[in-house]
């Protein structure tokens, strides 16, 4: 069966520290992406990846970086956390084919709370 | 751009109920569509998924049906159970942007009561 893994559930970190969001899949997908879920929101897209090395920023990319550094894992990184940096955050991955009916396969969160 | 405008939620149904979740698309090109389902305290899943004009997708009893004249694809359910209580979210990718990558809606969350 097809996995992404999130390194953490929860995690409570405390403002100014760098924070790193891991995400690993095993389905050998070129696309990876780091989404925020808030309340009322919906999904937002904060960066993601089409291959190793490579990046793009998503819709709101400010106060976040990435790494993709093996094709299987994809970490977000929190330079200087901020309250307003709370929230769920999402990794998802996909297949980089010449269509577009490939759906994403999400793992199952980090709930970060930033104090 | 592209966007996807779902109904606004809360739902809350009783059990047996039939589900109508509205959604709507703006695309440049032509794209795919999805519906997704959260699960409290997951991630989201795959629940249907449609291609092409007219197509049916169909999965654990919902149905969306592609409607291009109508930029729609809305989620149908005819009996629901409190087990189907969560977060459904459509969506679509476009054949015009980084093939892969979606265009959510902001989610309806459905709360079936016994």
């Known amino acids: 069966d097809v996995k992404v893994t999130q390194s953490s559930r929860y995690l409570v970190k405390r403002t100014g520290e760098k924070v790193f969001l891991e995400c690993v899949q095993d389905?050998?997908?070129?696309?990876m992406f780091w989404y925020r879920q808030d309340p009322g929101l919906g999904l937002r897209l904060i960066y993601f990846?089409?291959?190793?090395?490579?990046?793009e920023k998503g819709d709101i990319p400010e106060g976040y970086s990435v790494s993709r550094e093996k094709k299987e894992r994809f970490s977000l990184i929190l330079e200087s956390a901020s309250t307003n940096q709370t929230s769920m955050y999402l990794c998802?991955?996909?297949?980089?084919?010449?269509?577009?009916?490939?759906?994403?396969?999400f793992g199952d969160g980090t709930r970060l709370s930033i104090l | 751009g592209d966007s996807v405008t779902q109904m606004e939620g809360p739902v809350t149904l009783s059990e047996e109920a039939f589900l109508t979740i509205n959604c709507t698309y703006t695309?440049?090109?032509?794209?795919?569509l999805f519906w997704y389902v959260q699960y409290p305290g997951e991630g989201l899943q795959l629940l249907l998924k449609?291609?092409?004009?007219?197509d049916k997708g169909s999965n654990k009893g919902f149905e969306a049906t592609y409607r291009k004249e109508t930029t729609s694809f809305h989620l149908e359910k005819g009996s629901v159970q409190v087990s189907d209580s969560a977060v459904y979210f459509c969506a679509l990718s476009d054949e015009d942007t980084n093939a892969g990558k979606s265009t959510f809606g902001d989610g309806t969350t459905l709360t079936v009561k016994p």
């Open positions: 389905m050998d997908h070129e696309n």
């Open positions: 998802a991955s996909n297949h980089l084919q010449g269509n577009n009916n490939q759906p994403q396969h």
């Open positions: 990846s089409y291959d190793v090395k490579m990046k």
């Open positions: 695309a440049t090109g032509y794209p795919s």
């Open positions: 449609a291609t092409k004009a007219d």
